[in-house]
């Protein structure tokens, strides 16, 4: 599948009007280099915000970009703020309902909207949207909002490596880790799997498969529970 053309109707991000969701508002400076972002959100108790919410894009000009919807725009405030309806609250960069990277390495960078806690073991998941150069906006990448919404959080990015990483786990003792090279035009590549097997509370057998030259290398290696816990450290 084509992460770069392969898309919903580019309607989904109907620019809406500030007030159409939400009661509470947030406002997130520098969310990225290029971004700042404002966040509408239905509803709010203590300090975890849920529902329907939108997600105003801006540039530091403050022009407007693209306004994105999620059915449950989960956020959790700042320790100690009073969530007020009708007053814009700032937020840091790392509030996590708005991710912003370039998660296909084409130079440009994408945006990740929380929507829910559809993950492994009730995770968070996320709507990922590329930017695509030709309409010039963001749209939604089925591929990508599949993985970002399957594991225990979004995707981890390696830049320097060019691989999307993500984890899983199974039971108290197994976990997975699933490396994910992006091909130009053709999409998502499964590379490398690792599992953990800590079944065993002495050792963790760990199995890992690596795709070289389009074989799949299987290894398994077995580790003193305590040397394999303290390496990782």
Same mark, same amino acid.
């Given at each position: 599948m084509n992460i770069l053309? /392969?898309?919903k109707d580019f309607s989904v991000f109907l620019l809406l009007g500030p007030l159409c969701f939400g009661q509470y508002r947030f406002e997130v400076k520098n969310v990225s280099k290029s971004y700042d972002a404002v966040i509408q959100i239905e509803n709010c108790y203590d300090d975890r915000c849920g529902g329907k919410g939108t997600v105003e894009l801006f540039d530091h000009k403050n022009s407007k970009v693209q306004t994105f919807v999620s059915d449950d725009l989960v956020l959790y405030a700042g320790q100690g703020q009073k969530l007020l309806q009708? /007053?814009?609250i700032p937020l840091s960069g790392d509030q996590r309902a708005v991710i912003i990277d370039d998660f296909n390495f084409d130079g440009t960078e994408d945006?990740?909207?929380?929507?829910?806690?559809?993950g492994n073991y009730s995770g968070a998941s996320y709507d990922v949207y590329v930017f695509n150069k030709t309409r010039m906006g963001f749209v939604k990448s089925e591929e990508l909002t599949e993985l970002g919404s399957n594991g225990l959080d979004i995707f981890d990015v390696d830049a320097k490596r060019k691989r999307l990483i993500s984890y899983g786990k199974s039971g108290c003792c197994d976990i997975f880790t699933i490396e994910y090279a992006v091909i130009p035009n053709k999409g998502l590549e499964k590379v490398f799997e690792k599992e953990e097997d800590m079944t065993n509370e002495d050792q963790v057998k760990v199995i890992t498969k690596e795709k070289i030259n389009n074989k799949w290398i299987t290894k398994t290696k077995v580790y003193p529970a305590d040397q394999y816990n303290r390496n990782k450290k």
């Open positions: 053309n /392969k898309y009708g /007053k814009l945006i990740a909207i929380r929507n829910g806690n559809m």
